[in-house]
């Protein structure tokens, strides 16, 4: 079943994530098997995350190469996981730029 994963963390600023997120594409874990969706949010100071995981599972298989990254960068936090009971795929609008 898909769930949700929101994270709060305290301690993750732009550069913290960026160095994650290179740390992660390093390791052949950028775009992790089962990750759906991933949104990086808020104050450049302190940013959040929330991704859609196809299953608990495959984000478990997922955090035993991030949870070392997080650690040794100083975030910290625990995730919140909660089970996804539908989705409605929006149609992105065509642009007006011209």
């Known amino acids: 079943m898909a769930v949700v994963l929101r994270f709060a963390p305290t301690g993750m600023t732009e550069a913290t994530y960026a160095e994650c997120l290179n740390r992660l594409e390093a390791a052949g874990s950028g775009s992790p098997p089962g990750r759906l969706y991933h949104v990086c949010f808020g104050d450049k100071n302190n940013l959040r995350v929330s991704d859609i ?3 608990r599972e495959n984000f478990e ?3 035993q190469t991030l949870l070392p990254i997080l650690e040794d960068l100083g975030i910290q936090g625990e995730p919140e996981f909660l ?3 539908n989705t409605i795929e929006g149609v992105k609008a065509a642009s007006t730029a011209g």
């Open 53 to 55: 995981w196809d299953t």
């Open 61 to 63: 298989t997922f955090s």
């Open 83 to 85: 089970e996804v009971h």
